[in-house]
T-cell receptor
């Protein structure tokens, strides 16, 4: 994964709870991409962020999902009021290098 | 719009056979990048190769080789003398440089490769 870090690796939430996924890009990189992989599918782009800026959020669902990349600290992908359909693997990337992913399971 | 098609959903071969994974891409841009990734059962995404659109030279890395043909918009991946450890889902992907020379990657749907002992 070339230094891209994600945590937690596994996250279990009940319907209606909030999920927070964190990503630290490769050292020296100031931008991250978030992707979602639904079960048995390929990865789909969600959002591209630079420090303190959302550059492209064309792949983000319009409701319940948000992302930020503050000046200090990791990028956060937040899913509010999770539903079973949010169960997926969420990957972040620095250019072509991907983190290990967070597997979200919604009960 | 950009698109990547991996028509082979699943492939199963016996160990030591050669296997080729097909990838066809669509883009109107003249500058783009093509990728292959491996996703083993553990779930992580392993970067295998990146090729830019101006470099049509085929590449070989050990048992892996890639054939890039602009004329047919294809970027096929061959594993020679396959091994059980090659069993994984393989994704072909495309990106087009954008803002600040960074850009999102568009993935194909993947090919599940099973190598039987």
């Amino acid at each position: 994964n070339a230094g891209v870090m994600q945590n937690p690796r596994h996250l279990v939430r009940r319907r209606g709870q909030e999920a927070r996924l964190r990503c630290s890009p490769m050292k020296g990189h100031s931008h991250v991409y978030w992707y979602r992989q639904l079960p048995e599918e390929g990865l789909k782009f969600m959002v591209y962020l630079q420090k303190e800026n959302i550059i492209d959020e064309s792949g983000m669902p319009k409701e319940r999902f948000s992302a930020e990349f503050p000046k200090e600290g990791p990028s956060i992908l937040r899913i509010q009021q999770v539903v079973r359909g949010d169960s997926a693997a969420y990957f972040c990337a620095s250019q072509q290098y991907f983190g290990p992913g967070t597997r979200l399971t919604v009960l | 719009a950009q698109k990547v098609t991996q028509a082979q959903t699943e492939i199963s071969v016996v160990e030591k056979e050669d296997v080729t994974l097909d990838c066809v891409y669509e883009t109107r841009d003249t500058t783009y990048y093509l990728f292959w990734y491996k996703q083993p059962p553990s779930g992580e995404l392993v970067f295998l190769i990146r090729r830019n659109s101006f470099d049509e030279q085929n590449e070989i890395s050990g048992r892996y080789s890639w054939n890039f043909q602009k004329s047919t918009s294809s970027f096929n991946f061959t594993i020679t003398a396959s091994q059980v450890v090659d069993s994984a889902v393989y994704f072909c992907a495309l990106s087009v440089p954008g803002y600040s020379s960074a850009s999102k990657i568009i993935f194909g749907s993947g090919t599940r490769l099973s190598i039987r002992p």
